[in-house]
């Protein structure tokens, strides 16, 4: 396996297991601090998975579009538009 291979899963996956807790809010997490703290930490995992994944931004451009690649492409810039929303008003909040 590929380093960035071998470093990728563990942060998908911690990045799915912390967004789920995260999605508690009050309920699991009385205190703010730690539910901050934690939202913090998922904003760096985003960003290490994005470091990650840059060769996919790189060849957004390329290549030919089939309906697939398509969807599949403005799912993923849904998906980056919202955790970059969702990331800067919870700092606003915070």
Do not use: E
Not at 58 to 78: C, D, F, K
Request: charged share 10%.
């Amino acid at each position: 396996m590929i380093t960035t291979q071998k470093i990728r899963m563990p942060v998908d996956i911690s990045m799915t297991i912390l967004s789920v807790i995260l999605m508690g809010g009050t309920v699991l997490f009385p205190n703010d601090k730690v539910h901050q703290i934690l939202g913090m930490v998922l904003i760096l995992l985003w960003a290490l998975h994005i470091a990650l994944n840059r060769r996919w931004y790189a060849s957004v451009g390329r290549g030919h579009y089939n309906p697939y690649r398509i969807m599949q492409t403005v799912i993923n810039l849904y998906i980056l538009v919202c955790t970059i929303l969702l990331a800067v008003s919870g700092m606003m909040m915070a």
